[in-house]
């Protein structure tokens, strides 16, 4: 990945959207992709496949420019954000995947521990 400053040739503004991993697509490192499902306010989506490696250089590339654009303070506060963003999305995969292991029934499995065929709630 290379810096850039060339313009695209559509914006698509995102309002939302989710991540994953995409572990058929590794990146030269052997790492999962990263897998980006973005929305748009006018209801459009988009999916976006990143080599693991890519991903880090481009959002390290983004606190580069409010570095050198906006001051080092704001690329400071860019990166807190994507800190703090890791460890509340880790903590939710975590305790999804403690049900996920805990559920006593393949709906359950399936469904995080939301749901049961088996009628029964999954000890703690």
């Not at 990146?27 to 306010?41: A, D, I, R, T, Y």
């Not at 988009?46 to 001051?71: D, K, R, S, Y």
């Amino acid at each position: 990945m290379h810096l850039r400053r060339t313009a695209p040739s559509q914006l698509f503004v995102v309002s939302g959207g989710g991540a994953g991993l995409v572990p058929d697509l590794p990146c030269e490192h052997g790492l999962p992709s990263v897998s980006l499902h973005l929305f748009s306010q006018s209801g459009k989506d988009i999916g976006i496949v990143l080599p693991t490696c890519a991903a880090a250089q481009l959002f390290g590339a983004a606190a580069a420019f409010l570095e050198v654009h906006v001051n080092k303070e704001t690329a400071d506060e860019f990166v807190q954000h994507l800190t703090e963003a890791r460890a509340a999305a880790a903590l939710e995969l975590h305790t999804a995947k403690q049900a996920a292991e805990a559920a006593c029934c393949e709906a359950g499995l399936s469904s995080h521990g939301r749901e049961h065929t088996c009628r029964t709630t999954p000890s703690a």
